[in-house]
């Protein structure tokens, strides 16, 4: 996404909610996925990435980021699910 941190900040600061629900990148569950997936950007990088530009907006009111537990991870490691309002750009 263009602009994502940019994006992420108009949106959060406008009052929408954002949530962000990842994997932890040092846990078990991304380095299985990434046995499976065999490829040169990993699961644990795409996390850390994700997490780095996150930490890069600061405190931010209607941002919030969590892991999730490694009981529900192993069910959408492999998943991605975005949802925008009809303005995310």
Do not use: Y
């Amino acid at each position: 996404m263009p602009h994502f941190a940019d994006t992420v900040r108009r949106k959060a600061e406008s009052g929408c909610r954002v949530r962000f629900q990842l994997d932890d990148p040092n846990g078990d569950v991304p380095r299985q996925r990434e046995t499976v997936e065999d490829a040169d950007l990993s699961v644990s990088t795409r996390i850390s990435i994700t997490l780095e530009h996150l930490d890069r907006l600061g405190p931010l009111e209607g941002l919030k980021t969590c892991f999730s537990a490694p009981q529900d991870a192993i069910n959408h490691v492999s998943l991605a699910v975005f949802r925008f309002d009809d303005d995310a750009w």
